[in-house]
């Protein structure tokens, strides 16, 4: 197993850099960035410094995916720049490897915040040696309508601004919600997202406690980076917890099934002390399929003889609000007869 680097914590009064990776979103509502921005300084105490290219609009950001590359080293490299967040996802992450100097990375620890696509960034850092987070993009968490979730705010302090103990994790008790209203319309930010009741968490196989190191992302995602560079040996696999969300394009949990059946194939699930599944996200989403996507990790671990892996779903991270920050290559423990999470280190020094 590669034990990866911990950043060190942030601090009001740090500056963070503010990045597009992926889709410009950001260049196309500005108004919506300015309202994460402001949180972050609000809020979290931090100023905050845009990237070179992190406002262009999204056709000049998808053109040129070597000055989105370059934006990421020059993040790294500049030490007054203390962590960097993503504005936003998107699709095409994949192709800044050409352009990635793993040593920048790896000789500036920092760090580093986003889902979805940046799935892509998180392994980059992770071949780097580098732990990051798995949590809120600027464009979505921090410029939520109306206010931040305390649920998303919560998490986001423990595992970014204190050195100790993250400890157990908390289940969403506000409610959660993936309704979609169009950011087009700027009206839409003072309308207050509606939110489903609390639902909890799915302890759906599985006994006793078992410890491991954090690794996933989006599935979508993680199917673009099998086979490539950043794609993890065979043996970094052993004793992980293995996290995993699906985007809201409304993955068929056929689709699910076939990628986890690959992981079998390529004798990953044999390796694995956990999963944990999140609330499927986005609006698409047809909500009868929660279940069936228990069924399809269930059926596929059956297959591979796993009857016996803890796995949790229903968690609370993603493409779901309010969501939870997660460390990558921190210790988390799985208690299925306590029906308890917990991670058992801090995430940053």
């Known amino acids: 197993m590669q034990t990866l680097i911990k950043p060190h914590k942030l601090t ?85 490897l050409p352009y990635i100097d ?16 940046s799935t892509v960034t998180h392994f980059i850092c992770r071949k780097s040696g580098l732990s990051s987070f798995y949590g809120p993009a600027v464009l979505t968490a921090f410029s939520e309508n109306v206010n931040m979730h305390r649920y998303t705010i919560d998490s986001l302090i423990k595992n970014l601004f204190t050195s100790e103990l993250i400890g157990v994790l908390p289940e969403n008790d506000e409610g959660w919600t993936a309704t979609s209203l169009d950011w087009g319309v700027k009206t839409n930010q003072m309308i ?42 065979v043996s970094d696999w052993e004793n992980a917890i293995l996290f995993l969300e ?37 609006h698409l989403v047809n909500l009868a399929d929660f279940e069936q996507y228990d069924k399809c990790i269930l059926k596929v ?8 892996l803890p796995v949790v779903t229903n968690m609370d991270f993603g493409h779901t609000d309010p969501m939870m920050t997660l460390p990558y290559g921190r210790i988390m423990q799985i208690d299925v007869d306590e029906k308890q999470i917990a991670i058992l280190e801090g995430g940053v020094i």
Not at 203 to 220: A, N, P
Request: hydrophobic share 40%.
């Open 192 to 233: 207050l997202r509606k939110l489903n009741p609390p639902e909890d968490w799915r302890f759906i196989q599985g006994s006793g406690k078992v410890r491991g190191h954090l690794i996933g992302g989006c599935v979508e995602v993680l199917q673009f980076i099998i086979g490539t560079e950043i794609w993890p040996i």
């Open 12 to 96: 009001s009064g740090d500056t963070i850099a503010t990045i597009s990776l992926s889709w410009g979103g950001a260049g196309l509502f500005r108004y919506r960035y300015e309202i994460g921005k402001s949180r972050l300084r609000d809020i979290f105490g931090l100023n905050v410094a845009e990237t070179k290219y992190a406002l262009r609009d999204p056709e000049w950001v998808y053109q040129n995916p070597k000055a989105r590359a370059s934006d990421l080293m020059d993040a790294f490299a500049n030490p007054e720049i203390k962590g960097i967040f993503s504005m936003i996802g998107g699709d095409d992450s994949i192709r800044l």
């Open 102 to 117: 793993y040593d920048v990375i790896r000789n500036n620890p920092k760090v580093f915040l986003g889902f979805s696509d």
């Open 246 to 282: 699906t985007s809201e394009e409304g993955m068929p949990p056929c689709q699910l099934e076939r990628f986890l059946r690959g992981l079998g194939a390529q004798k990953i699930l044999k390796r694995l002390a956990g999963i944990i599944f999140s609330k499927p996200g986005g």
């Open 301 to 308: 671990l059956k297959e591979f003889d796993r009857s016996d």
